[in-house]
């Protein structure tokens, strides 16, 4: 079946297998390697990208779900070489050990902060509760998504409404 | 893993999607949202031939008002129901027990209606139906029909839906004014509940005017707790109305033993839970 997809705002039209899931999709025939998967069974969120602007686990779309629609990887994020505030933030807090769920984590704390642009720790930890670290390393990523989220609010504060 | 080869066929109406699936016979697979289903065709645990997306049909999407009740369309996601004004206001249970859910990936994808179809025991959104005494609309090659939730559930992942219907939309009689709370017992690494119970009361000048309790997971299908419920109204809304009440929970459940619990300990949860969620409910 054929299907147009933009991913990270280039428009792609492929021939795929029905039952070719989105991540297998992205990762072996766009090389957007970028979003790995976990633990195969939507649980670990290592391949959250995002559908049309809200976060999904990709190992749990079909690629053809995805024709006609709009999906941002974590290789997405940057604009012209300037990292995402979130991306940025995760290098500064150092918010990972081995890095295997931070494409997840930082495409989920994205989502998380279009929702609601100033978390508290807790609110933070449940945004995320569909990202699993193995490595146990949670305290940095809530660190790093708080400063992301303050580095987000003073950006957007002098616009009116802080739309980003 | 990868699924099975399928066919995929994404009607953009619900009359295509009736006749896509006559058409495709007793091996087609319908996706909604698709959370339970991609699992499971990924761990080849069902192989259809054919998989028929709602993910195209506009009319199945969104909550309206209809007077003495909500209608919620089998595809609105859980993200929108906890969006929706109207549901928090007239269907709080639902609202509460939607927060449950998974996590917000898959609460961006699952749909209400999916969830009831799937009807997974385990399943959050089955007892606050059950409870709330919503109805299905329900379409196949002879029209559409209503069932009622207490009907629908027949058994463990078995409901009144035949393979050649399609959930439409479930009527959701209005609350308003009830207030409600949803206690689940889960892993935190899986929202699964264990055991979980669904409780709205209505309170009236410190009495418990209406109460509407449901289990999951306390038997291959929700259910009320009637004795529970029974207990509760017409007593003052306190901690001795409620503990007394809430021992009665277990009554005519008959729970699963699994890995997560056994028997007894299920019942034990289920008077515990009940106990929480009434009292949440009902502010005491």
């Known amino acids: ?62 690629a053809v779900q995805a024709d006609g629609h709009e999906v941002t990887t974590v290789e997405g994020l940057a604009q012209d070489g300037t990292l995402h505030p979130v991306q940025e933030a995760f290098h500064e807090c150092h918010a990972l050990q081995c890095g295997y769920c931070t494409p997840g984590m930082i495409m989920q704390s994205i989502d998380l902060l279009e929702e609601n642009p100033d978390p508290d720790e807790q609110q933070v930890r449940e945004g995320l509760e569909g990202n699993l670290c193995r490595c146990t390393g949670y305290q940095n990523i809530v660190k790093a998504v708080q400063s992301a989220a303050g580095t987000m609010r003073e950006g957007s504060a002098p616009q009116a409404g802080g739309a980003r | 893993m990868i699924p099975s080869a399928f066919d995929y066929v994404a009607p953009e109406t619900l009359d295509d999607a009736v006749r896509a699936l006559a058409d495709a016979g007793d091996d087609a697979k319908i996706i909604a949202g698709g959370q339970s289903l991609t699992p499971v065709l990924r761990l080849r645990m069902n192989d259809p031939s054919v998989v028929i997306d709602l993910g195209r049909i506009p009319a199945l999407r969104g909550v309206r008002d209809d007077g003495d009740a909500l209608v919620i369309g089998a595809m609105t996601t859980h993200h929108d129901i906890l969006h929706e004004p109207l549901v928090r206001e007239h269907a709080l249970l639902i609202a ?143 901690a001795a109305t409620i503990r007394d009440a809430a021992e009665r929970a277990a009554e005519g459940t008959s729970p699963a033993v699994d890995g997560n619990a056994d028997a007894d300990f299920r019942s034990h949860l289920a008077r515990v839970l009940t106990s929480r969620a009434v009292t949440a409910a009902a502010g005491v």
């Open chain 1, 1 to 62: 079946m054929r299907i147009t997809v933009d991913v990270d705002g280039t428009r792609y039209s492929d021939e795929v297998e029905p039952r070719m899931l989105l991540v297998h999709y992205l990762r072996d025939q766009l090389g957007k390697v970028g979003t790995v998967s976990g633990c195969d069974t939507s649980n670990c969120g290592a391949c959250t990208v995002h559908l049309d602007g809200r976060s999904v686990k990709s190992c749990s779309v079909l």
């Open chain 2, 96 to 238: 509460e027990a939607t927060a449950t859910i998974a996590d917000p990936q898959i609460r961006h994808r699952g749909t209400f209606g999916g969830s009831l179809a799937h009807a997974d025991p385990a399943g959050d959104l089955l007892a606050s139906a059950l409870a709330l005494g919503a109805e299905m609309t329900i379409a196949g090659p002879n029209g559409r029909r209503q069932v009622a939730a207490a009907e629908f559930f027949e058994d463990l992942f078995t409901t009144s839906l035949q393979p050649d219907e399609i959930l439409v939309d479930i009527r959701v009689p209005k609350h308003s004014g009830w207030t409600a709370h949803y206690e689940k017992f889960n892993r935190t690494a899986q929202a699964w509940s264990i055991v979980a119970v669904a409780a709205a009361v209505r309170v009236d000048g410190g009495a418990i005017a209406e109460a509407r309790v449901a289990l999951t997971n306390m038997a291959s299908v929700p259910v009320r707790a009637r004795g529970v419920e029974e207990a509760l109204v017409g007593r003052a809304a306190d």
